[in-house]
C-alpha cells in the first residue's frame, strides 16, 4: 500500500510560480512511476504530468510543457510539480497519483495509476 498527501497548493497570481509537493508512504514507492493530475471546476481530471521510477522519463500535457516541470527524490519518498508562469486556466485540484505496474515508462491514463492523494487547491487570479 502506498499512501500519497499533496501540498504546496495556494493562490498566486497570473505568472507566479508554486511548487507542489507529494509525500509518499511505503518502501515500494521508489519503483513506481508517479503522475500528477488535475480537476477544473465543472471538467474532468486531466493528465499534468508523470515521471518514471528512476526520473529518466518525463511526459507533459501540451498546456503545461515548458512552464511546469516534474521531479522526484526517491531518497525521501517525495515527488514534486515545479509550476511556473501560471495562468488563470492553471486553476484546479491538483493530485499526484503512483503507478504500481513498475513500467518503464510514465503513463498518461489516469487508469494506470492504483494509488492517488485527497489533492491540494491552486488558484491562479488574473
Known amino acids: 500500500q502506498v499512501q500519497l498527501v499533496e501540498s504546496g497548493g495556494g493562490l498566486v497570481q497570473a505568472g507566479g510560480s508554486l511548487r507542489l509537493s507529494c509525500a509518499a508512504s511505503?518502501?515500494?514507492?521508489?519503483?513506481?512511476?508517479m503522475g500528477w493530475f488535475r480537476q477544473a471546476p465543472e471538467k474532468e481530471r486531466e493528465f499534468v504530468a508523470a515521471i518514471n521510477w528512476n526520473g529518466g522519463s518525463t511526459v507533459y500535457a501540451d498546456s503545461v510543457k515548458g512552464r511546469f516541470t516534474i521531479s522526484r527524490n526517491n531518497a525521501k519518498n517525495m515527488g514534486y510539480l515545479q509550476m511556473n508562469s501560471l495562468k488563470p486556466e492553471d486553476t484546479a485540484v491538483y493530485y499526484c497519483?503512483?503507478?504500481?505496474?513498475?513500467?518503464?515508462?510514465?503513463?498518461?491514463?489516469?487508469?494506470?495509476?492504483?494509488?492517488w492523494g485527497q489533492g491540494t487547491q491552486v488558484t491562479v487570479s488574473s
Open positions: 497519483a503512483a503507478d504500481a505496474s513498475r513500467a518503464v515508462l510514465p503513463s498518461r491514463a489516469q487508469l494506470s495509476y492504483d494509488y
Open positions: 511505503g518502501r515500494t514507492f521508489s519503483s513506481y512511476s
